[in-house]
C-alpha cells in the first residue's frame, strides 16, 4: 500500500501517532506529522528528523487545516488522550473531537484522501455490556468529569459518519481499547506508566477503588499493525482493536512490582467518579475482517516498557 501515499496524521508527535509514522515509513509511505504539542511530543519524532519522507508541521487542528499538495490518507489522531489531560484541558478536548474532527474531514474531502478516525473504547462509557461489540451503544455520563473526552469521540464519530454518507468520504473508524508501550509519557495518568514510574522511584503504587475494576492492554506494535490493515478496507462501521486478555488493576500493580523488583507498597486510593468498572473489547469483527489478533502477551509487552522507561 506504499507507492508513494501521502499521510498526514495528526498528533503524529503522540504516543500512538509516532508508532505509526514510524510503521508507515517503513511501508513506503511519505508522512506528514501535525501535531499542537499539547500533549504530544518532539521528542517521540526525533529520531524521524532525517528521513526525507517524513515532516514536522505545528499546527491546531481546530484551526483550519492547510497542506500542500496530494494527501491520500488522513489519519485523525490529535487529542488529549488521558484522564490528567483531558481533566487539565476539558474545553481543548471537546475542540478538537469536534472542530477538529470537522476540519480533518474537511482536509480529506477537499484531498479526495481516505480518513481514519482514532476514537476509543471510552464511547462505551461504564458498560453494561461485557465484552464490548461494536454494535453496543454505551454508557456514557455526557456531564460526568470524563464526559469531555467521552462525548467528544462519540460527536467525531458521528461526524465521520455524516461526511462518509453526505460527501462520499472514504471513512473508517477504529475503537481503540487500552494501548501501552514504549514512548508513554511517565505520569501520564494511565495505570501502566504511573505503575512503572511509581515503581522505578520507589514510591507507593496507586491503586483506585478496590482494584478490581479490569482492563484489556493492547501492545502498541499489535495496534498499529490493526489500524494499518483497517486503512485498506472498505469497512466504514467502527472497529475494535485491542487485546481481549482481561486483568484487574491489582493484578496489574502486582505484575509491575514483580517486574521491576520494587520494594513499593500498594496504595488504595478512592475511585474516579465514573471510571469504568470492566473493560475488555469484543474482537470478532477485527479477526473476521482484517485477519487480525494481538500477538503480545502483557508479560512480554510489559518487560518492554519497563526497559524502556529504565533507559529513559
Known amino acids: 500500500m506504499g507507492n508513494n501515499k501521502r499521510t498526514l496524521i495528526t498528533g503524529g508527535a503522540g504516543f500512538i501517532g509516532s508508532h505509526l509514522s514510524d510503521f508507515l515509513l517503513s511501508k513506503g509511505h511519505t508522512v506528514v506529522c501535525m501535531d499542537s504539542l499539547i500533549t504530544g511530543s518532539l521528542k517521540n519524532i526525533n529520531h524521524l528528523k532525517k528521513n526525507k519522507n517524513f515532516s514536522f508541521k505545528k499546527h491546531d487542528v481546530t484551526k483550519y487545516i492547510n497542506v500542500k499538495g496530494k494527501i491520500d490518507y488522513v489519519l485523525h489522531f490529535a487529542s488529549p488522550a488521558s484522564p490528567v489531560d483531558y481533566l ?83 471513512t473508517k473508524i477504529v475503537r481503540i481499547f487500552n494501548t501501552y508501550g514504549r514512548r508513554m509519557r511517565k505520569r501520564d495518568g494511565r495505570a501502566i506508566p504511573n505503575f512503572i514510574d511509581q515503581a522505578l522511584r520507589g514510591k507507593p503504587l496507586t491503586v483506585y477503588g478496590t482494584g478490581k475494576q479490569t482492563r484489556s492492554f493492547c501492545y502498541v506494535s499489535d495496534l498499529v499493525r ?52 470492566i473493560r475488555k473489547p469484543d474482537i470478532g469483527l477485527a479477526k473476521a475482517k482484517l485477519k487480525w489478533k494481538p500477538n503480545i502477551p502483557l508479560k512480554e509487552g510489559l518487560k518492554i516498557t519497563i526497559d524502556w522507561f529504565k533507559a529513559n
Open 88 to 170: 487539565k484541558f476539558p474545553i481543548k478536548t471537546l475542540k478538537v473531537g469536534s472542530l477538529g474532527t470537522h476540519n480533518a474531514l474537511g482536509l480529506a474531502k477537499a484531498k479526495k484522501a481516505k480518513f481514519l478516525l482514532a476514537s476509543t473504547s471510552e464511547v462505551y462509557g461504564d458498560p453494561l455490556e461485557h465484552p464490548q461489540k461494536e454494535s453496543y451503544w454505551g454508557n456514557v455520563n455526557p456531564i460526568g468529569p470524563r464526559g469531555v473526552y467521552d462525548e467528544a469521540k462519540r460527536f467525531s464519530e458521528a461526524i465521520t459518519m455524516a461526511y462518509c454518507n453526505a460527501h462520499k468520504v472514504d
Open 226 to 277: 490493526g489500524i494499518y490493515r483497517l486503512m485498506k478496507t472498505n469497512i466504514h462501521l467502527p472497529v475494535n482493536i485491542g487485546n481481549p486478555g482481561e486483568y484487574t488493576i491489582l493484578e496489574l500493580a502486582k505484575m509491575v512490582k514483580n517486574f521491576t523488583g520494587t520494594k513499593s507498597r500498594i496504595l488504595m486510593k478512592e475511585l474516579p467518579v465514573n471510571d469504568p468498572k
